[in-house]
């Protein structure tokens, strides 16, 4: 087998040192520029993860990974792209948790190993403006906390969002909850508040009006 030039055609993967200028030209075409807020994306993410696993432990964390996620120990469901919900039972075996700038969900199940999760990150992007049309149902302050819980969120935290006191934004989350529209991950004396499916969906017909 020759090139076009007429000279032996090189067999096999390329050498190491070509695949590593590939990627590199790729970088630097196509992620360079977009690569501050892919770092700042991951800083975001790594503070949100942390806090929710200093707050509410493993299941605060796993409990909030996700705007519909559910966590039912052992088993984390994740919502898939169409009808189907993708069961993952952790028995044991540890899960890896990998962010991802570009999207997700994506598992690998990995044979006597850790399955790794792929999760899309929380980039701190402010939430939308979904609490204008809400507010004159819920009133702007409950709406301004619903619409604040699309990044998952300690009391304090989402009192510090909002501008309230921490007694209002745990009033304005009993009545949110008791509505359906948050879940609440209690771990000692820790909480941990995230929409639910419903408040998801609610936030999303609003913001796209």
């Given at each position: 087998?020759?090139?076009?030039?007429?000279?032996?055609?090189q067999?096999?993967?390329p050498p190491a040192?070509?695949?590593?200028?590939?990627?590199?030209?790729y970088?630097r075409?196509?992620?360079?520029?977009?690569?501050?807020?892919v770092?700042?994306?991951a800083?975001a993410?790594?503070?949100?993860?942390?806090e929710?696993?200093l707050?509410?432990?493993?299941?605060?964390?796993?409990a909030t990974?996700?705007?519909?996620?559910r966590?039912?120990?052992?088993?984390?469901h994740?919502?898939?792209?169409?009808p189907?919900?993708?069961?993952v039972?952790?028995?044991?075996?540890?899960?890896?948790l990998v962010?991802?700038?570009?999207?997700?969900?994506?598992?690998?199940y990995?044979?006597?190993?850790?399955t790794?999760?792929i999760?899309?990150?929380?980039?701190?992007?402010?939430?939308?403006?979904?609490?204008?049309a809400?507010?004159?149902?819920l009133?702007?302050?409950r709406a301004?906390v619903?619409?604040?819980l699309?990044?998952?969120?300690?009391t304090?935290?989402?009192?510090?969002?909002?501008?309230?006191s921490?007694?209002s934004?745990?009033?304005h989350?009993?009545?949110?909850?008791n509505a359906?529209?948050?879940?609440?991950?209690?771990t000692?004396?820790?909480?941990?508040h995230?929409?639910?499916?419903?408040?998801?969906r609610?936030?999303?017909?609003?913001?796209?009006?």
């Amino acid at each position: 087998m020759v090139s076009p030039t007429g000279e032996p055609a090189q067999r096999g993967p390329p050498p190491a040192g070509s695949r590593a200028n590939d990627l590199r030209r790729y970088f630097r075409s196509s992620l360079a520029d977009l690569w501050p807020r892919v770092r700042a994306g991951a800083g975001a993410d790594r503070a949100l993860r942390s806090e929710a696993l200093l707050r509410g432990g493993v299941d605060g964390l796993l409990a909030t990974l996700g705007t519909c996620w559910r966590w039912e120990p052992p088993v984390l469901h994740i919502p898939w792209p169409g009808p189907a919900t993708v069961d993952v039972p952790l028995c044991g075996q540890g899960l890896v948790l990998v962010p991802s700038y570009f999207g997700g969900p994506a598992l690998m199940y990995r044979p006597r190993e850790s399955t790794v999760l792929i999760y899309p990150m929380h980039t701190g992007d402010s939430p939308g403006d979904g609490s204008d049309a809400l507010g004159p149902l819920l009133g702007r302050t409950r709406a301004a906390v619903l619409a604040s819980l699309q990044y998952p969120a300690t009391t304090t935290a989402l009192a510090d969002r909002v501008g309230v006191s921490l007694p209002s934004a745990s009033q304005h989350t009993a009545v949110l909850r008791n509505a359906g529209l948050i879940t609440t991950t209690r771990t000692g004396g820790a909480v941990l508040h995230a929409l639910s499916p419903l408040g998801a969906r609610l936030l999303g017909d609003t913001a796209g009006r």
